[in-house]
């Protein structure tokens, strides 16, 4: 079982090794997710990830609606603010995303990321973001395919980001879905300029291979960096295995 899983990392790696030419476009920005952080030390959590080599601090807020779990919320990022200049990645797994728009402008929100399937009016919330002074991204579970209203987003320039869901949203610790690469390919092909993130079941080893060669340069990585032994080693390989010139 081991070797057969083995094989289907190196297969679909090897299958994107043509998509190497868009990661030299883009930048490798790695993205500790403090949902796996002790929330009772996250001062310390963020400047001990941004201390080793971390690009961004990648915050989950969970409304317990969109998504079963419930995290935090603006009053915590704006407390989190106050003891860090770091670059903090705000990912909206809510309901009525355009309510938090004035709340996470006024804590200090770098990045508002909400989620295609939670607004009937992605463009006017997109401009309302971008208004705030924030950077906008669009979220997509791994069922959500990237359409036309997606490829709008980017194409008319209302997002820097997108972000592709390579768990279901809600929860940390999940198992990382392959097939969901073909969307990341998609949008590398057609935008090798843009950001595209991926966020669950991120490892040095074994998924990040294959996301990095399908052109995702933006990695959101949770457990496999709050649990290493040597957090700053870990950021490291992940960043290497976007800038790589072969996975």
């Known amino acids: 079982f081991h070797n057969t899983k083995k094989s289907s990392v190196n297969l679909r790696a090897n299958k994107f090794k043509i998509y190497k030419i868009y990661r030299a476009m883009v930048q490798a920005k790695i993205a500790p997710s403090i949902l796996s ?115 709008a987003l980017v194409e008319n320039n209302l997002v820097d980001m997108v972000l592709v869901m390579t768990v279901e949203p809600g929860f940390g610790g999940q198992t990382f879905m392959f097939d969901v690469m073909d969307k990341v390919e998609k949008l590398r092909t057609l935008f090798p300029n843009l950001d595209i993130e991926v966020d669950g079941g991120l490892a040095p080893g074994k998924t990040i291979e294959a996301a990095a060669a399908a052109g995702a340069n933006c990695i959101v990585a949770g457990s496999s960096v709050f649990g290493s032994v040597e957090p700053a080693a870990t950021i490291k390989l992940l960043r290497v295995a976007v800038n790589s010139e072969t996975v």
Not at 71 to 82: C, E, Q, Y
Request: net charge negative.
């Open 37 to 151: 952080a002790d929330f009772a030390f996250l001062a310390d959590e963020t400047k001990k990830m941004m201390d080793c080599g971390a690009d961004w601090i990648h915050v989950d807020i969970m409304d317990g609606h969109f998504v079963p779990n419930l995290t935090i919320g603006a009053p915590v990022v704006k407390s989190l603010r106050k003891h860090t200049k770091a670059f903090l990645d705000c990912h909206l797994m809510v309901s009525n995303p355009q309510d938090y728009v004035k709340p996470l402008q006024e804590a200090g929100a770098s990045m508002f990321t909400f989620h295609i399937e939670a607004t009937e009016d992605a463009a006017t919330l997109c401009a309302a973001v971008r208004e705030a002074g924030m950077k906008v991204g669009v979220a997509l579970k791994p069922k959500t395919a990237v359409d036309s209203k997606v490829l």
